[in-house]
């Protein structure tokens, strides 16, 4: 699991981006990549572009603070792979109750929700 996008500690040096991301699963496909941050923290319409339908893990840690992009987090949502997407927070800058509120708010399925917030990562750890 890596931080992806922009970092606000460092905002002119972003370490991974969603292409970089990209060219790390074709090089690896067996990879287990998590990419926190929705694949791309104030970056979604590059995770549209380079990692939708890749066999990347994304979070949905700090959605909640992106009022800019949320149309675009809800399309991500809607178009990666629904097994591939793992709830997150990123306490103590968001809150869970903000980030559960997201998710709750996002125009997917309640199966999809499901495998957000706990079937997913249920599996991916083997619980």
Known sequence: MVHTGLDPISPDLIHATPEMIADVIKKHPRLTFIAAHMGG???AA????HLVGTGVYIDTS???KRPDEREL???ILRE???DR??????TPWSTPRKEVAFVE???ISDAVREKIFSGNAKRLLGL
């Open 46 to 49: 590059e995770v549209l572009e």
């Open 80 to 82: 990666h792979d629904s």
């Open 73 to 75: 987090l809800h399309r």
């Open 85 to 90: 997407i793992l709830f997150g927070t990123d």
């Open 62 to 64: 700090l959605c909640s």
């Open 105 to 107: 708010e996002a125009p």
């Open 41 to 43: 923290l104030m970056r």
